[in-house]
């Protein structure tokens, strides 16, 4: 079983930064790719940034391009996300995910396995 564990979230100004980070168990975490999704108050889940299995190619959703930045190290098990230049509209639950293969995907149903989220509250 494949446990993922979200840490970092917080309040933070409009313009400030936060660094995500997300915990995998499991001895086959560098054999997929990940994603982070979040989901404001009253919306639907979204896309925001994938990372292949190598870390040598990443995919971003068109509103946190040039801001967010999406890592891995897969000697620690870990995917990270570096959020800069936060707006209030970042303001939501932030969820890790496991992609079902080794690269990026956009869609939420090809991810199968999902951390418990964070939330990240960006004020004006």
């Known amino acids: 079983q494949v446990q993922l564990v979200e840490a970092g979230g917080g309040l933070v100004q409009a313009g400030g930064s936060l660094r995500l980070s997300c915990a995998a168990s499991?001895?086959?975490?560098?054999?997929?790719?990940m994603g982070w999704f979040r989901q404001a108050p009253g919306k639907e889940r979204e896309f925001v940034a994938a990372i292949n299995w190598s870390g040598t190619s990443t995919a971003y959703a068109d509103s946190v391009k040039g801001r967010f930045t999406i890592s891995r190290d897969n000697a620690k098990n870990t995917v990270n996300l570096q959020m800069n230049s936060l707006k209030p509209e970042d303001t939501a639950v932030y969820y890790c995910?496991?992609?079902?293969?080794?690269?990026?995907?956009?869609?939420?149903?090809?991810?199968?396995?999902w951390g418990q989220g964070t939330q990240v509250t960006v004020s004006s």
């Open positions: 499991g001895r086959t975490f560098s054999s997929y790719a």
């Open positions: 995910a496991r992609e079902r293969g080794s690269y990026v995907a956009t869609e939420e149903g090809r991810y199968d396995y």
